[in-house]
């Protein structure tokens, strides 16, 4: 019997690419239709007035405007594009 392990790959180096999440446009800034603003895993900011939400969740204008944050009903956090 060895008293090591022969020589091979070591078990334990792989690892996920990572997905880029989080806030891509902020609180302010000038968005055209399609624009992605948020992208996230489950609804942790909902959609609001102009914002749609794509099947992984991701969060985009649907017309040109301004992006603003606020709190809605229950205390949660909504992201909605304000049409100047």
Do not use: C, W
Not at 11 to 37: A, C, P, T, Y
């Amino acid at each position: 019997m060895a008293t090591s392990k022969s020589g091979g790959s070591t078990q334990n180096n792989r690892d996920s690419h990572s997905k880029r999440l989080g806030v891509k446009l902020f609180d302010g800034h000038r968005v055209n239709g399609g624009e992605i603003i948020v992208r996230q895993r489950g609804t942790r900011v909902q959609p609001g007035r102009l914002v749609g939400r794509g099947g992984d969740d991701t969060l985009f204008a649907m017309g040109p405007g301004i992006i603003k944050f606020h709190y809605g009903p229950k205390g949660r956090k909504y992201v909605s594009v304000i049409s100047k």
